[in-house]
Nanobody, 123 residues
Framework: QVQLVESGGGLVQAGGSLRLSCAAS????????MGWFRQASGKERVFVAA????????YYVDSVKGRFTISRDNAKNTVYLQMNSLKPEDTAVYYC????????????????WGQGTQVTVSS
Protein backbone atom coordinates (compact mmCIF):
# COMPACT_ATOMS: atom_id res chain seq x y z
CA GLN A 1 0.00 0.00 0.00
CA VAL A 2 2.92 2.35 0.70
CA GLN A 3 6.19 2.45 -1.19
CA LEU A 4 9.11 4.36 0.30
CA VAL A 5 12.18 5.56 -1.61
CA GLU A 6 15.17 7.14 0.12
CA SER A 7 17.52 9.59 -1.57
CA GLY A 8 20.21 12.11 -0.69
CA GLY A 9 22.95 9.80 0.47
CA GLY A 10 26.53 10.13 -0.66
CA LEU A 11 30.11 10.73 0.41
CA VAL A 12 30.89 13.53 2.83
CA GLN A 13 33.86 14.47 4.98
CA ALA A 14 33.71 14.31 8.76
CA GLY A 15 32.02 17.42 10.12
CA GLY A 16 29.93 17.86 7.01
CA SER A 17 26.19 17.61 6.44
CA LEU A 18 23.72 15.63 4.37
CA ARG A 19 19.95 15.77 4.03
CA LEU A 20 18.16 12.52 3.34
CA SER A 21 14.68 12.37 1.83
CA CYS A 22 12.08 9.61 1.97
CA ALA A 23 9.39 9.96 -0.69
CA ALA A 24 6.20 7.91 -0.43
CA SER A 25 3.74 6.73 -3.05
CA UNK A 26 0.59 4.63 -2.99
CA UNK A 27 -0.90 6.15 0.16
CA UNK A 28 -0.60 9.33 2.17
CA UNK A 29 1.96 9.29 4.98
CA UNK A 30 -0.17 11.55 7.16
CA UNK A 31 -1.53 8.66 9.23
CA UNK A 32 1.87 7.11 9.91
CA UNK A 33 4.51 7.88 12.44
CA MET A 34 7.81 7.59 10.59
CA GLY A 35 11.28 6.47 11.52
CA TRP A 36 14.83 6.41 10.24
CA PHE A 37 17.12 3.45 10.79
CA ARG A 38 20.67 2.66 9.72
CA GLN A 39 22.75 -0.44 9.19
CA ALA A 40 26.53 -0.37 9.08
CA SER A 41 28.38 -3.05 7.15
CA GLY A 42 28.42 -6.29 9.10
CA LYS A 43 26.16 -4.96 11.87
CA GLU A 44 22.48 -5.07 12.78
CA ARG A 45 19.98 -2.45 11.72
CA VAL A 46 19.43 0.08 14.50
CA PHE A 47 16.96 2.85 15.23
CA VAL A 48 17.99 6.46 14.62
CA ALA A 49 14.99 8.81 14.85
CA ALA A 50 11.19 8.91 14.80
CA UNK A 51 8.56 11.57 14.16
CA UNK A 52 4.85 11.60 14.98
CA UNK A 53 2.12 11.76 12.34
CA UNK A 54 1.81 15.54 12.32
CA UNK A 55 5.46 16.19 13.10
CA UNK A 56 4.85 17.65 16.55
CA UNK A 57 6.92 15.09 18.47
CA UNK A 58 10.34 13.63 17.67
CA TYR A 59 12.63 11.11 19.30
CA TYR A 60 16.32 10.35 18.72
CA VAL A 61 18.83 7.78 19.75
CA ASP A 62 21.43 9.34 22.06
CA SER A 63 24.27 8.99 19.56
CA VAL A 64 22.66 11.41 17.08
CA LYS A 65 20.82 13.76 19.45
CA GLY A 66 21.79 17.36 18.75
CA ARG A 67 23.25 16.48 15.35
CA PHE A 68 20.36 14.95 13.41
CA THR A 69 16.89 16.41 12.84
CA ILE A 70 13.92 14.44 11.55
CA SER A 71 11.11 16.38 9.88
CA ARG A 72 8.23 15.83 7.52
CA ASP A 73 6.15 17.61 4.91
CA ASN A 74 2.89 15.71 4.62
CA ALA A 75 1.76 17.89 1.70
CA LYS A 76 4.74 16.51 -0.24
CA ASN A 77 4.38 13.02 1.25
CA THR A 78 8.03 13.20 2.27
CA VAL A 79 10.09 12.68 5.42
CA TYR A 80 13.57 14.13 5.90
CA LEU A 81 16.64 13.48 7.99
CA GLN A 82 19.01 16.43 8.29
CA MET A 83 22.42 15.16 9.41
CA ASN A 84 24.99 17.66 10.67
CA SER A 85 28.44 17.24 12.22
CA LEU A 86 28.75 13.85 10.61
CA LYS A 87 31.22 11.35 12.01
CA PRO A 88 32.81 8.29 10.39
CA GLU A 89 30.73 6.09 12.70
CA ASP A 90 27.61 7.46 10.99
CA THR A 91 28.59 5.55 7.85
CA ALA A 92 25.75 3.15 7.04
CA VAL A 93 22.84 2.41 4.77
CA TYR A 94 19.95 4.58 5.97
CA TYR A 95 16.35 3.34 5.75
CA CYS A 96 13.06 5.09 6.32
CA UNK A 97 10.03 3.21 7.62
CA UNK A 98 6.35 3.76 8.38
CA UNK A 99 4.84 2.69 11.71
CA UNK A 100 1.29 1.36 12.25
CA UNK A 101 -1.36 3.96 13.06
CA UNK A 102 -2.53 4.19 16.67
CA UNK A 103 0.63 2.53 17.90
CA UNK A 104 2.98 3.22 20.76
CA UNK A 105 5.24 6.22 21.13
CA UNK A 106 8.00 5.96 20.22
CA UNK A 107 6.93 3.30 17.71
CA UNK A 108 8.22 -0.20 18.35
CA UNK A 109 7.05 -1.74 15.09
CA UNK A 110 7.14 -0.56 11.47
CA UNK A 111 5.04 -1.86 8.57
CA UNK A 112 6.80 -0.49 5.47
CA TRP A 113 10.45 -0.02 4.60
CA GLY A 114 12.41 1.67 1.86
CA GLN A 115 15.37 0.22 -0.02
CA GLY A 116 17.94 2.40 1.72
CA THR A 117 20.49 5.01 0.71
CA GLN A 118 24.22 4.82 1.39
CA VAL A 119 25.88 7.44 3.58
CA THR A 120 29.67 7.39 3.79
CA VAL A 121 31.58 9.75 6.08
CA SER A 122 35.32 9.97 5.49
CA SER A 123 37.87 10.98 8.11
Amino acid sequence: QVQLVESGGGLVQAGGSLRLSCAASGRSLSMYAMGWFRQASGKERVFVAAISQRGAVTYYVDSVKGRFTISRDNAKNTVYLQMNSLKPEDTAVYYCAAAPPMGTWPPREYDYWGQGTQVTVSS
